[in-house]
């Protein structure tokens, strides 16, 4: 049965729901649609899962881009419905008739709907008895064709045992018995038996398969070649040696270790040296000189179908000067494709980027295309638009505020740093602490990475060059006690941020990942910070998918704690290829709080969206 069906604008107007069927659904189920599928540009799906405590939906959806309208149908799961797609479309379509942008009301809309939601049922129940009616006539048939195939098989042995069969029954016979069943059985295949003879003659005459001869030519051959390799061995040039390249002996003016071990006495030394590094570059906004040309759009490339390339650019210069009245799906292909193809070698994961073409095209068909304008340059502008929405924090995560409102608290603001092995975690962890040094926030680190050989004394060192205390209790420690007793150590000295470090890991470490979660769950952190790398493509997918997912299935906790931002390394190393930041983003939903871009502490900034977007559609 189905349980509700909304129509409503782009806008989130609420134009009409059907009040016979009247069900109060659990849950939010057209929010949580509107906000993790329509904004988050996932609505190239045909249709989402909601599930609340008591109850699971099904959601499926259409749109009527001209008008700027949203046609929703939910329903239970358990039930399978299959006329909700055809009644979606019907909906659609009349309703458009009816719509007036200055209507608010559409009372007049329920007997309209009535009538189609029964000849919905009706096509689906005459579908069925169709198919029900279909089955025997096609087993009486199959039947049929068995009984027919048997007796000509039948008749064949029948025919053979008799004795009454000339050489071409037997010719046949052999082919049939060799599986030869191109084999032609006229005349003209049977050759004469004198022309037989003749050939056993000719053969035995010019002995074309004396053995004698085969072996003289191949000892004459292979003569031959060895008399060639022996004078073009004679004729070889001699090689170029290469010179020994000879370097310079005098010692290098500048020392380049800088891993010396820092005693006590030079502590003061190196926190000026820390002091005296600069700003950090997240309190630098980034300008982007949008006077630069930007490259005209290009006609998508097709290698294996140039005239299909052809019709496709004379059609859509045709389109661009008369205009048409609505788009259709072949009518995008070709500049999706192009902008797929595009994104993907920009390090955007395969799968998100065909997703997001498929929520473009699901954004585009049926508008109306206005003249003078390229399908290439709509499709793209769409794609711009969706790419801003998608790198566009959906809610404000402001450190420097909640740390804030945490000490009017009387308690910690405690930040938890994860991710997999080797990407950055403990230097980028500096840098955070470093930025809220300088606006004067008191910070302590706490070594939670108990696992890895070194990893207290690299943050030892890093607290000893910005002085600031750290909290450690040795290697092979529950790190969630550690993470623990640190904050409660951080309440007592007064410390306003706790910045913990943990062990990297990679998402398929079933005990490390319980010991993460573990850590979470007792410390309940003001935020979860998931340490990545810029350099990965479709990597990033893979880990932050199952980090989410087993933090989530690790946790004994019915609400489990979940990622909340992303911290983004080596970003400088990556030239063009940004694409590991939007797919890291669309996977989670988290957004992108800090860029590590650089070796120093203040090498760290925020993420510029338009830049961004900018360098994935360039």
Known sequence: MLEQLFIFTRGGLILWTCKELGNALKGSPIDILIRYCLLEERSGSTSYNYDVPGAAYTLKWTFHNELGLVFVAVYQRILHLLYVDDLLMMVKKEFSKIYDPKRTLYNDFDDIFQQLKKEAEARVEEMKKSKQAGKPMKNTLAKKQGQVQRGMFDGGNKKSESGDDGGEDKVKNRSLENGDSNCRFGNESLPAEGADKGKENVNS???????????????KAGKKTDTVVKKGSKAEPKKIMKKNRVWDDSPAKAKLDFT?????????????????????????????????????????????????????????MFQSIAGKANLEKADLELPLKSLKDMLMTKNVAEEIAEKLCESVAASLEGKKQASFTRISSIVKAAMEEALVRILTPKRSIDILRDV????????????????VNGVGKSTNLA????????????????????????????????ARRLQIPIFEKGYEKDPAIVAKEAIQEAS??????????????????????????????????????????????NDAVDQLSKFNQKLGDLSPS?????????????????????????????????????????QSYTDLKKLNVKSIVKTLLK
């Not at 190196?270 to 759009?297: C, F, L, P, T, Y």
């Not at 804030?404 to 991710?419: C, N, S, T």
């Not at 890895?452 to 890093?462: C, D, F, K, Y």
């Open 404 to 419: 804030h409102a945490a000490k009017e608290q009387g308690k910690p603001y405690v930040v938890v740093f994860v991710g």
């Open 431 to 462: 840098k955070v602490a470093y930025w809220l040094q300088q606006h004067k926030i008191n910070v302590m680190m706490a070594a939670c990475d108990t696992f890895r050989s070194g990893a207290v004394e690299q943050l030892r060192t890093h």
């Open 492 to 537: 007592r000295n007064g410390s306003d941020v706790v910045l913990v470090d943990t062990a990297g890991r990679m998402q398929d470490n079933e005990p490390l990942m319980r010991a993460l979660s573990k850590l979470i769950y007792v410390n309940s952190p003001d935020l979860v910070l998931f340490v990545g790398e810029a350099l990965v493509g």
């Open 205 to 219: 005459k010019t002995g074309a398969f004396d053995v004698n001869k085969l072996q003289k030519l191949r000892s």
């Open 260 to 316: 010396d071990h820092v005693t006590e006495d030079e502590v003061q030394n190196v926190a000026a040296v820390a002091v005296d590094q600069g700003e950090s570059m997240m309190d630098k906004e980034e300008i982007i000189n949008d006077s630069e040309s930007e490259e005209d759009d290009e006609e998508p490339e097709n290698d294996n179908k140039v005239d299909t390339k052809k019709k496709w650019w004379f059609s859509s």
């Open 558 to 598: 019915p609400n489990p704690r979940l990622i909340d931002g992303i911290l983004l390394t080596k970003f400088d190393t990556i030239d063009d290829k940004v694409g590991a930041a939007l797919s890291m983003v669309y996977i989670s939903g988290a957004p992108v709080m800090f860029v590590g871009c650089g």
